[in-house]
């Protein structure tokens, strides 16, 4: 009797939290949809309501650009340019990476080489990225080798720094244990280190990401054939205003698609990262 008797409490329970579970969510999106339509609403008025009829400020509206942007997506090579500047902002989180996280972790690791290079990383990462363009163009040449040197110089510092404070802040009693049972450098590297400054990489990541997808349209205007700022110069040169709306429409979505899949990425991951084990 008392099984049956508790079985539908059990479910009862379940529901609930369910339900409890889902209300905040559900706020949260009802919260954000209201935040989109405020923007939206303050560009329709800004472009269609307050301006003249005939004003040229009409031809960047949301009325002309939105169904521009579906029918570029559908009639045109757009596609093509998104695909081409989704690899270049891989191939320089990708660079970054592979160059950020082993200088991080041996910045961190070491003192003295904190103190001897301090300095000139926060030199280095306080110049715009952008201010590297005519040099970039003329050591690599024209063509992808300079955005892509761009792109990493740019993602570099949120994932190098990050590092580095992160083992800096390492639980010291890890290590202890880590010697305490003899592991070599790179058993304490791979099952102490790593996992203990996962999440802060991905902070860095995130981060990079942001700064990387800001940086990809200016240098995407240094001679190449295709990318979103090529197609941005293009319809520029081609007076077609509603199209140039449109492409600036989809940068932010496809930025706040980035950003979304790197923050899911890090509730991912993070929560195994945080407890470091020794084998």
Request: proline share 7%.
């Amino acid at each position: 009797m008392t099984l049956v008797a508790t079985a539908p409490q059990r479910t009862r329970d379940a529901s609930a939290d369910v339900r409890a579970g889902l209300h905040p969510a559900l706020t949260r999106f009802a919260l954000a949809l209201a935040g989109l339509a405020v923007l939206l609403g303050l560009w329709w008025i800004g472009t269609d309501i307050l301006p003249p009829e005939g004003s040229f400020a009409r031809k960047f509206s949301p009325g002309t650009a939105i169904p521009t942007l579906g029918s570029l997506l559908i009639g045109s090579d757009l596609p093509v340019h998104i695909l081409v500047s989704l690899k270049r902002v891989l191939v320089g989180l990708l660079l970054a990476l592979a160059i950020g996280v082993p200088v991080g972790l041996a910045v961190g690791s070491w003192s003295k080489l904190n103190e001897a290079t301090s300095p000139a990383f926060q030199f280095l990462r306080m110049i715009s990225p952008l201010s590297w363009m005519p040099l970039a163009v003329m050591v690599f040449g024209v063509g992808d080798p300079p955005i892509y040197f761009l792109l990493a110089f740019a993602a570099v510092w949120p994932i190098l720094l990050n590092t580095a404070d992160a083992v800096r802040k390492l639980d010291p009693s890890w290590l202890r244990l880590s010697q305490s049972l003899a592991a070599t450098r790179w058993e304490t590297l791979r099952t102490i280190i790593v996992p203990g400054v996962l999440s802060h990489i991905l902070t860095g990541l995130r981060l990079a990401i942001g700064v990387i997808w800001i940086v990809l349209v200016p240098c995407e205007m240094l001679g190449v054939s295709a990318g979103l700022g090529y197609f941005i110069l293009d319809t520029r040169d081609r007076l077609a205003y509603s199209e140039l709306m449109a492409v600036v429409l989809l940068i932010g979505f496809l930025g706040f698609l980035l950003d979304m899949s790197a923050r899911a990425l890090y509730q991912l991951a993070a929560p195994g990262s945080r407890q470091p084990r020794v084998s």
